[in-house]
């Protein structure tokens, strides 16, 4: 007993005790004496009688002085008892003082003759402890008349042979042949419960010998059994006040469920189970034996491989939608947001529960719920993780059971919840969801070797053994029987200490992995009994008396009511942006991650060419650096893109499992990652493209490379949470990402040209086919070509030198290789087809007249050869003609340039660059026209040839691409493809694609 109650006691003992001038009365000390004896040890017993007396010298001085003035003893008692109340108040809790009353009213019932002052003494004690006048009349009915019908029978529990009993209470259990009946007293505001006894067969409570007409208050776990009354568990007693105070009912039942990994004879063998509201069931076993299996089973994570799993007759994985809200899961590991406060962590989740609350009630409740966990002081304190603590592991673990606790599922599930936890912050947890359980949830959970005390909270107790075999289920103390049974121990009966009332439930584990002993005395590898051995004892004794209740039963009303989608949205939009904020590290990195880039590449990629005037002057037509810079953007916001969002999902993996019981959106979800990775994203990519082009001088280019950059960007948020979506670790992901980004850089046709590559996979006439898959080659391709095409200076000169550019193609280039391929074809009088059908291909493709031509063509030589030249002299006039056009445009500019007081070579060096003219046009190229098996190959100034496939494809630096009869700019045509694959990654995102690739390669 807790030193202060006894303390308390024994000085209400003292003030009540019955003292003459002689002294206390024989009858008072031998209560006291008796009473201290059977708590404590000799030592300790005399310690507190001494005291008791030292109680008796300050309380009756006047009595005990017979030359002191005597007082009205009541009324100076009872100053003294409003005293002492008041400092036991300060001190005890509400279930302690209910105790020190109890022992009261015993105290005056076995002493002399019960007076008024002593009724009056003990009933103010009892307005003093704030008991109430219905729970006292029981008490004094109960303890003090011995009466066996009290004030308020709904309170009374009667286990009775007689069955004409039944009509002394609401509550009756009928023990057949028992010849006697056992007084049960409910005190509701503590929950405890007093036994009364009367009868003459012997019965025992925890192994100890129950005095008739004595009150016993009945501890968690007890047990009461008799030769002829079968054993009474706790959890039948409060079950019977317990229910009737439910208004719904819900009942967990597992028919013959079984379940199998892969490959493998572990899983879960054959269990049943039926479990009904208001009980506390725990799952124990060792290592290996399946407890978070069959959590999972019973929870709904893991479909069994046969059985069913019900819950109020609805099957939990055909009828989910019927059981929604109605599961709650707790799993052993933080499923916190570290970067929140307690109070953020627990409002936030609670706007995906109540869909129907406002703000204002949903802080109410919330306030509340941390006020009820005892949370409420640190409610401001950011969560943290491992490394970084700022609340204790037992404020964590009850910050966990919250988030659950606050939308008040029917059925809890908790993993292994007092893990890594002190002894007290154990108890505190465990008893958090006891008091679950008398509310009316059925609360399952793991444990691991609980204590004694926490042990008898369980009302029911699974063992699991090794390999997942089932091998008890039912009563906590019971089980020690049990098994001592089975193995053949001679005081099998005992089930817990006789002298302490504690129960090793390690001595259970003991039992079941006892290890045969050799002739040396020494415990070898195998086991007495085997896990099937002990599991063919639990289908005998046990799984066939198992009632599985699957009748049809109304679900519970759930408090909880689904948000509709955008309040989801908004809440997970909310609770990210507050988490990435409160990171000041992630903040700090993220916004000035591409800043620092773009200053690094921008600087060092400043090449300073100067003039004849100034060496240090910067012109930005020499700067041979910017086909780098370009390319090295388009990587950055490869990279970038991907750096961030990598770990976006896999580290909400936990949070998205108990969250996956609320069935919310995962589109709202994935929405709120997306938005927000690709808002940061426009932000990274304007500020690396607004320092990177300042420090570069690159004029009025902004916007296109910051739209052509935030793209990338955002196609590789999506690729980057496709990746943490189907992934299982971080180290996984970090070591895929090189795998990715490095493709993107050789194929991307600046590392290695295109035409550079292995015979088997290169294409002389398009992009080859791994080209068209690297983002990184449309990225780039559309920022050369914009930053030619598109220029302040180059703009002006486009069309007409493309115009100029195809003319003197087909002019010097191409009829030249068709009339050489002609005069070879008559000088060989050759019919090789191949090549008249390739040299007829091309000039119908490149004909200017309206006409076709056929094979009939190579039929005359001189017309062969002359319709050639035509067509060549054709080109050249066009050619002389563009070149006077152009001339012209140069004319106008200059004019236009000499009113603004500029001039032309300004205007080209500030915005025209020549290696990137050089790379577009591929002066670097000493051949002009390639002849392949697919034809003649144009080499000369890719950029102003059109493309010949209609679908899109196109050789490098193209400015267009065909799609159909339609011509589109290059720019816009990569801009939509890019962002074409990011809406393919959006949808493998939503509909989990690889990660289910993922799951099936991990099955292989």
Request: aromatic share 14%; charged share 25%.
């Amino acid at each position: 007993m807790n030193e202060k109650i006894l303390k308390a006691l024994i000085r209400l003992f003292a003030i009540i005790a019955n003292v003459t001038v002689d002294g206390v009365s024989d009858k008072s000390l031998t209560i006291v004496s008796n009473y201290l004896n059977n708590l404590l040890n000799k030592e300790l017993a005399d310690d507190y009688l001494n005291l008791f007396y030292d109680y008796i010298k300050e309380h009756h001085k006047d009595v005990l002085d017979p030359n002191k003035k005597k007082k009205k003893r009541s009324a100076f008692n009872s100053i003294k008892v409003l005293s002492i109340c008041n400092e036991i108040n300060e001190e005890l809790e509400q279930h302690q003082k209910m105790f020190v009353l109890i022992q009261l009213l015993e105290f005056i019932k076995y002493g002399q003759a019960i007076t008024d002052d002593e009724i009056d003494f003990v009933k103010t004690v009892a307005d003093m402890f704030r008991v109430s006048n219905e729970e006292y009349s029981n008490l004094q009915n109960f303890i003090i008349d011995n009466d066996k019908e009290v004030t308020y029978k709904d309170k009374l529990l009667v286990i009775s042979g007689f069955v004409d009993q039944q009509n002394q209470s609401n509550r009756y259990i009928y023990a057949d042949k028992f010849c006697g009946s056992v007084y049960i007293l409910h005190i509701e505001s503590t929950n405890t419960y007093l036994l009364n006894y009367f009868g003459d067969d012997n019965i025992y409570m925890n192994s100890q010998r129950v005095v008739p007409e004595k009150i016993y208050v009945i501890d968690q776990g007890a047990t009461i059994r008799g030769k002829r009354l079968k054993s009474i568990f706790y959890s039948d007693i409060s079950g019977k006040f317990l229910n009737d105070s439910f208004k719904q009912k819900i009942i967990l039942t597992a028919k013959d469920v079984e379940f199998k990994f892969r490959n493998s004879d572990n899983g879960i063998h054959q269990f049943n189970f039926s479990e009904e509201t208001g009980k506390l069931v725990g799952i124990m076993g060792g290592s290996g034996a399946g407890k978070s299996t069959l959590m999972n089973i019973l929870n709904g994570s893991f479909q069994p491989t046969s059985g069913n799993v019900y819950i109020n007759g609805y099957d939990i994985y055909k009828e989910r939608n019927k059981i929604q809200g109605v599961i709650g899961y707790v799993p052993q590991d933080d499923m916190l947001l570290e970067d929140l406060t307690v109070y953020q962590n627990l409002f936030y989740n609670a706007r995906l529960c109540f869909g129907n609350m406002d703000d204002k009630q949903i802080h109410s409740k919330v306030i509340k719920t941390l006020y009820n966990l005892d949370l409420i002081d640190v409610r401001n304190l950011k969560v943290g993780n491992s490394i970084n603590k700022y609340i204790s592991g037992g404020q964590r673990k009850r910050l966990n059971i919250a988030l659950e606790l606050i939308r008040e599922p029917a059925i809890l599930f908790a993993d292994e919840p007092t893990s890594g936890l002190s002894s007290m912050d154990s108890e505190m947890v465990i008893d958090l969801l006891k008091e679950q359980a008398n509310k009316g949830k059925l609360v399952l959970i793991n444990i691991h070797q609980p204590s004694s005390d926490l042990y008898k909270l369980f009302d029911k107790i699974i063992f699991l053994d090794k390999g997942g075999f089932p091998i008890y289920y039912g009563n906590p103390i019971e089980a020690v029987s049990y098994f001592k049974k089975l193995s053949n121990f001679a005081n099998y009966d005992e089930n817990q200490c006789l002298t302490c009332g504690n129960v090793n439930s390690e001595q259970i584990l003991e039992i079941i992995e006892t290890k045969i002993v050799n002739e040396y005395g020494k415990p070898t590898k195998n086991r007495k009994k085997t896990p099937k051995e002990w599991w063919g004892f639990y289908k005998e004794n046990i799984d066939k008396h198992i009632v599985k209740n699957t009748s049809k039963l109304k679900i519970p009303e759930s408090n909880f009511k689904m948000p509709r989608y955008y309040k989801q949205l908004s809440t997970f939009i909310t609770r990210d942006v507050l988490s990435k904020y409160s990171n000041k590290q992630y903040l700090l990195i993220s916004l000035l991650e591409t800043p620092l880039l773009a200053i690094i590449l921008g600087y060092f990629t400043k090449y300073i060419s100067g003039d004849v005037n100034d060496p240090n002057l910067y012109v930005f037509a020499e700067n041979e650096n910017l086909p780098a810079y370009l390319f090295m953007s388009v990587i950055v916001a490869l990279f970038i893109g991907m750096s961030i969002s990598a770990e976006e999902i896999i580290k909400d993996k936990k949070i998205l499992k108990r969250e996956s019981y609320l069935h919310l959106s995962y589109k709202a979800y994935l929405n709120s990652k997306i938005i927000i990775l690709f808002a940061l994203s426009a932000f990274q990519t304007f500020s690396f493209v607004l320092i990177g082009n300042y420090i570069l001088e690159i004029k009025d280019m902004n916007f296109y490379y910051w739209i052509l950059l935030f793209t990338t960007s955002c196609f590789a948020n999506m690729l980057g949470l496709n990746i943490s979506a189907s992934l299982n670790s971080v180290i996984t992901i970090y070591i895929l990402i090189p795998f990715i980004l490095v493709p993107q850089l050789l194929f991307s046709g600046v590392i290695v040209k295109y035409d550079k590559l292995h015979s088997s996979i290169k294409s002389d006439k398009y992009v080859p086919f791994i080209g068209d898959i690297m983002t990184s080659r449309w990225a780039y391709e559309a920022l050369a070509v914009k930053q030619f095409k598109d220029n302040g200076f180059q703009k002006n000169f486009f069309d007409i030198e493309k115009k100029l550019s195809i003319n003197s193609y087909n002019a010097n280039f191409l009829l030249p290789q068709l009339i050489t391929k002609t005069e070879y074809i008559y000088a060989n009088k050759t019919n090789d087809n191949i090549w008249k059908n390739e040299i007829l291909k091309e000039l119908n493709k490149i004909t200017p007249f309206s006409k076709t031509y056929n094979i009939s063509f190579f039929n005359d030589y001189d017309n062969s050869i002359s319709e050639l030249n035509n067509i060549r002299d054709y080109y050249n006039k066009e050619y002389n003609k563009n070149n006077k056009e152009k001339d012209y445009i140069y004319n106008q500019l200059i004019n236009k340039l000499q009113k603004n007081n500029s001039d032309f070579s300004k205007l080209k060096n500030t915005y025209y660059n020549n290696s990137i003219a050089d790379l577009v046009l591929n002066k670097n190229e000493i051949d002009k026209i390639k002849e392949t098996s697919e034809g003649f190959i144009q080499l000369k100034d890719p950029v102003y040839k059109t493309p010949d496939s209609k679908y899109g494809r196109a050789h490098f630096y193209s400015s267009v691409k065909r799609f159909g009869n339609l011509e589109i700019d290059t720019f816009i045509f990569n801009l939509m493809f890019i962002w074409l694959t990011t809406l393919l990654l959006y949808i493998t995102l939503c509909f989990d694609i690889f990660n289910k690739i993922s799951k099936k390669i991990n099955q292989i």
